[in-house]
């Protein structure tokens, strides 16, 4: 069974940064596409970055373009996004998604982590 597990949300003021991790486990993650997702209150689940095991591609959406980074280590099965210079509309719940195969990286993921809280304060 696949899991997902998210780790490094906290609290944070305006203009700082943090790293979020995930550590995937329960398969062989070498067909799979990850990402990130964030959920705000009152908001709908937001695509935020994400990239595929196989390929060399990295996507973010418009919003943390040029301010978030996602990156992974293949040998501990870990995804990373960092994050800098962040505002208070990044506050959210952060999720790690993954889904098999290789197809649109802004929807369709089938497993998900338990969310870590972000908050940027002003």
């Known amino acids: 069974q696949v899991q997902l597990v998210e780790s490094g949300g906290g609290l944070v003021q305006a203009g700082g940064s943090l790293r979020l991790s995930c550590v995937a486990s329960?398969?062989?993650?070498?067909?799979?596409?990850m990402g990130w997702f964030r959920q705000a209150p009152g908001k709908e689940r937001e695509f935020v970055a994400a990239f595929t095991w196989s390929g060399r591609n990295t996507y973010y959406t418009d919003s943390v373009k040029g301010r978030f980074t996602i990156s992974r280590d293949s040998a501990k099965n870990t995804v990373y996004l960092q994050m800098n210079s962040l505002k208070p509309e990044d506050t959210a719940v952060y999720y790690c998604?993954?889904?098999?195969?290789?197809?649109?990286?802004?929807?369709?993921?089938?497993?998900w982590g338990q969310g870590t809280q972000v908050t940027v304060s002003s």
């Open positions: 329960g398969h062989t993650f070498s067909t799979y596409t």
């Open positions: 998604a993954a889904k098999s195969g290789i197809g649109r990286v802004t929807t369709e993921y089938d497993y």
